[in-house]
C-alpha cells in the first residue's frame, strides 16, 4: 500500500489519535454512507457501539465526544476547540444533532451510545460499530470500522483483507523494510528525505510538499507556543497542573551561568515535549505524529534542532519530516502504532525512533547511521505497556513523551559516534516490536486494567 507523509503527520485535536481523531472520523464517514446510500430521511437515530479499549478508555480518551462531533459532520482538522463544548452543549439541550442540512437525528446519549466493556469485535481492540435506524427501531444501515492507531480508520471490509488500504499508487522508490530503503539510497545516490520527496510526487508536486511540510512544523511549533504560556489544571479526575508554564518561566529568565550546564538543554527538550502532550491531553490542536499520544516528541526534538543545532534551516526541518515518516511507514506496515494493539511501544517508542531517524538525517549523517539511530530509539521502547491512569492521556503518557524526546537525542548521539555498522537492524527491531506487542496480555494495551493504572490511586 502507498502511505505519505501526510498520512503520518495530520493536524488534529488532544486527546487521542486513536480514541479521538479516529472515532470523530469514522463516525463522519458513516453520516456519508447514510447520504449516499438515501437514507436521510427515513433515518431517526443513529446507535454506536464502542469495544475493547474504546470502551475501557473511552470516556477518558473523549470518544463519546468525538463521536457527537463526528455525527455533527465536525473534522479533526477543522473543528475550532474553543468551539467544542459549545456544540457539545447543544446537542445535550436539544437531544439532537444536525448531522446534515438533509439529516436530524434524535440523540439521546445513554440510549444511542454503547459501550461494550466485555465484547471486542473480531479484527483490532479499537472496534466500534455505527447502525442507523428509524423511528421504530428497524435497522437501516450498519458499518464496523476500526481505528488502528495514528487517526488511521480502516471498514471491516479492509480489515478483513489484512489492512489493504483504498490507495494502492504506484510509487516510483517502493519499499517494505529499512534494508531496502537503505538499498534504494545507495543505488540511486539519493537520502532518504530524497526518495521520500520522489514518492510524494505521486500525489502532489515539490512546491506542495515543502508548504505542507512547513504547514505541519507551524502547527507544532504554535502548539508549543500554546503550552508554554496556558497555565491551569488538566480536563479530569486526577486534577493534573500543566508544568510547561512554569518550567519555561524558569529557563527563559536564566542567566548565562546558568545556561553553562550543557544539561540544561535537556530541560528545555523537556519542556517542548511536556507543552505539547499537556496541549494534547487538554484537547487542544495538535499534529499526530504519528499518535497523539506521542505527539510530544517530535516536536521537542525539531525544537533541540531548531534551538541548539547552529545551522538549522528550514530545509533541515524538512528533511526530518520525510525521514522520519519513511521510518513510521515501516512501523505502520509492518506491525503496529497503536497503543491498543502493542502497548505504548507503538506509540512512544515508534515516535522515538522516528524522532532519531529525522535528527539524523537534519543532521546530515549518512542513510546508514540514520537506520541506526532509529534502532536505537526503538530498542530501547520495547515492551513499553500502555497503562493511562483513568484512561486519560496524562500519566504516564505526558513524562513518558519527554523521556522518548531525550531518547532519541541520545540514540543519533549514539549512531553518529559509530560507523553505521550493528548487530540489529531496524527490520529486526520492527519485528520484534510487534512480536512483543502480540504477546503482551491485554492490560497492557491502552484497556487502563493494568500497570500503574490499577497501582495508583486516582485522586
Same mark, same amino acid.
Given at each position: 500500500?502507498?502511505?505519505?507523509?501526510?498520512?503520518?503527520?495530520?493536524?488534529?485535536?488532544?486527546?487521542?489519535?486513536?480514541?479521538?481523531?479516529?472515532?470523530?472520523?469514522?463516525?463522519?464517514?458513516?453520516?456519508?454512507?447514510?447520504?449516499?446510500?438515501?437514507?436521510?430521511?427515513?433515518?431517526?437515530?443513529?446507535?454506536?457501539?464502542?469495544?475493547?479499549?474504546?470502551?475501557?478508555?473511552?470516556?477518558?480518551?473523549?470518544?463519546?465526544?468525538?463521536?457527537?462531533?463526528?455525527?455533527?459532520?465536525?473534522?479533526?482538522?477543522?473543528?475550532?476547540?474553543?468551539?467544542?463544548?459549545?456544540?457539545?452543549?447543544?446537542?445535550?439541550?436539544?437531544?439532537?444533532?444536525?448531522?446534515?442540512?438533509?439529516?436530524?437525528?434524535?440523540?439521546?446519549?445513554?440510549?444511542?451510545?454503547?459501550?461494550?466493556?466485555?465484547?471486542k469485535l473480531p479484527l483490532h481492540s479499537n472496534g466500534m460499530q455505527f447502525t442507523a435506524c428509524d423511528a421504530e427501531g428497524n435497522e437501516l444501515l450498519r458499518k464496523a470500522y476500526y481505528s488502528v492507531?495514528?487517526?488511521?480508520?480502516?471498514?471491516?471490509?479492509?480489515?478483513?483483507?489484512?489492512?489493504?488500504?483504498?490507495?494502492?499508487?504506484?510509487?516510483?522508490?517502493?519499499?517494505?523494510?529499512?534494508?531496502?530503503?537503505?538499498?534504494?539510497?545507495?543505488?540511486?545516490?539519493?537520502?532518504?528525505?530524497?526518495?521520500?520527496?520522489?514518492?510524494?510526487?505521486?500525489?502532489?508536486?515539490?512546491?506542495?510538499?515543502?508548504?505542507?511540510?512547513?504547514?505541519?512544523?507551524?502547527?507544532?511549533?504554535?502548539?508549543?507556543?500554546?503550552?508554554?504560556?496556558?497555565?491551569?489544571?488538566?480536563?479530569?479526575?486526577?486534577?493534573?497542573?500543566?508544568?510547561?508554564?512554569?518550567?519555561?518561566?524558569?529557563?527563559?529568565?536564566?542567566?548565562?551561568?546558568?545556561?553553562?550546564?550543557?544539561?540544561?538543554?535537556?530541560?528545555?527538550?523537556?519542556?517542548? *515535549?511536556?507543552?505539547?502532550?499537556? &496541549?494534547?491531553?487538554?484537547? @487542544?490542536? +495538535?499534529?499526530? /505524529?504519528?499518535?497523539?499520544? %506521542? =505527539? #510530544?516528541?517530535?516536536?521537542?526534538?525539531?525544537?533541540?534542532?531548531?534551538?541548539?543545532?547552529?545551522?538549522?534551516?528550514?530545509?533541515?526541518?524538512?528533511?526530518?519530516?520525510?525521514?522520519?515518516?519513511?521510518?513510521?511507514?515501516?512501523?505502520?506496515?509492518? *506491525?503496529?502504532?497503536?497503543?491498543? &494493539?502493542?502497548?505504548?511501544? @507503538?506509540? +512512544?517508542?515508534? /515516535?522515538?525512533?522516528?524522532? %532519531? =531517524? #529525522?535528527?539524523?538525517?537534519?543532521?546530515?549523517?549518512?542513510?546508514?547511521?540514520?537506520?541506526?539511530?532509529?534502532?536505537?530509539?526503538?530498542?530501547?521502547?520495547?515492551?513499553?505497556?500502555?497503562?493511562?491512569?483513568?484512561?486519560?492521556?496524562?500519566?504516564?503518557?505526558?513524562?513518558?513523551?519527554?523521556?522518548?524526546?531525550?531518547?532519541?537525542?541520545?540514540?543519533?548521539?549514539?549512531?553518529?559516534?559509530?560507523? #553505521?555498522?550493528?548487530?540489529?537492524?531496524?527490520?529486526?527491531?520492527?519485528?520484534?516490536?510487534?512480536?512483543?506487542?502480540?504477546?503482551?496480555?491485554?492490560?497492557?494495551?491502552?484497556?487502563?486494567?493494568?500497570?500503574?493504572?490499577?497501582?495508583?490511586?486516582?485522586?
Amino acid at each position: 500500500m502507498a502511505v505519505s507523509v501526510f498520512d503520518l503527520f495530520k493536524i488534529g485535536i488532544g486527546p487521542s489519535s486513536s480514541h479521538t481523531v479516529g472515532p470523530m472520523r469514522a463516525a463522519n464517514m458513516f453520516i456519508s454512507q447514510v447520504l449516499s446510500h438515501q437514507l436521510a430521511e427515513r433515518t431517526d437515530h443513529i446507535i454506536t457501539e464502542l469495544y475493547g479499549s474504546l470502551s475501557h478508555t473511552g470516556r477518558g480518551h473523549g470518544t463519546d465526544k468525538a463521536i457527537i462531533l463526528g455525527l455533527l459532520g465536525e473534522e479533526p482538522d477543522q473543528v475550532d476547540p474553543d468551539a467544542i463544548e459549545g456544540l457539545l452543549q447543544a446537542v445535550e439541550d436539544s437531544q439532537t444533532i444536525q448531522a446534515h442540512a438533509d439529516l436530524t437525528l434524535n440523540f439521546k446519549i445513554k440510549k444511542h451510545l454503547v459501550w461494550h466493556k466485555r465484547k471486542k469485535l473480531p479484527l483490532h481492540s479499537n472496534g466500534m460499530q455505527f447502525t442507523a435506524c428509524d423511528a421504530e427501531g428497524n435497522e437501516l444501515l450498519r458499518k464496523a470500522y476500526y481505528s488502528v492507531g495514528g487517526g488511521f480508520i480502516l471498514a471491516h471490509t479492509h480489515m478483513a483483507k489484512q489492512h489493504i488500504m483504498e490507495d494502492d499508487s504506484k510509487l516510483p522508490y517502493h519499499f517494505t523494510s529499512g534494508d531496502e530503503l537503505i538499498d534504494l539510497c545507495t543505488a540511486h545516490n539519493m537520502t532518504i528525505a530524497e526518495i521520500m520527496y520522489a514518492n510524494e510526487a505521486t500525489w502532489r508536486p515539490r512546491d506542495e510538499v515543502d508548504a505542507q511540510l512547513d504547514q505541519i512544523w507551524q502547527a507544532m511549533a504554535a502548539c508549543v507556543q500554546r503550552g508554554q504560556k496556558t497555565e491551569g489544571v488538566l480536563p479530569g479526575g486526577l486534577k493534573l497542573a500543566r508544568r510547561a508554564p512554569k518550567m519555561f518561566q524558569d529557563l527563559d529568565k536564566r542567566s548565562a551561568k546558568d545556561l553553562a550546564d550543557p544539561l540544561t538543554i535537556l530541560d528545555w527538550v523537556n519542556m517542548f *515535549a511536556l507543552a505539547v502532550s499537556e &496541549e494534547n491531553a487538554a484537547g @487542544g490542536r +495538535v499534529v499526530t /505524529a504519528p499518535t497523539n499520544g %506521542a =505527539a #510530544g516528541i517530535i516536536p521537542a526534538v525539531l525544537h533541540y534542532y531548531t534551538n541548539f543545532i547552529p545551522d538549522n534551516n528550514p530545509q533541515g526541518i524538512r528533511d526530518f519530516l520525510l525521514t522520519a515518516a519513511a521510518v513510521g511507514i515501516l512501523y505502520k506496515t509492518k *506491525a503496529s502504532i497503536s497503543g491498543a &494493539e502493542v502497548g505504548c511501544q @507503538g506509540e +512512544v517508542g515508534v /515516535a522515538s525512533s522516528m524522532a %532519531a =531517524a #529525522g535528527l539524523a538525517a537534519a543532521l546530515k549523517l549518512s542513510p546508514d547511521e540514520i537506520e541506526n539511530a532509529a534502532e536505537i530509539a526503538m530498542e530501547h521502547n520495547l515492551g513499553l505497556t500502555c497503562d493511562p491512569i483513568g484512561g486519560l492521556v496524562q500519566i504516564p503518557c505526558i513524562e513518558r513523551n519527554a523521556m522518548g524526546a531525550i531518547k532519541s537525542i541520545n540514540a543519533v548521539r549514539m549512531a553518529d559516534r559509530n560507523d #553505521g555498522s550493528h548487530t540489529v537492524s531496524l527490520d529486526k527491531v520492527i519485528k520484534t516490536m510487534k512480536a512483543t506487542g502480540d504477546d503482551m496480555k491485554e492490560h497492557y494495551k491502552e484497556t487502563s486494567r493494568g500497570g500503574l493504572a490499577v497501582n495508583i490511586i486516582e485522586c
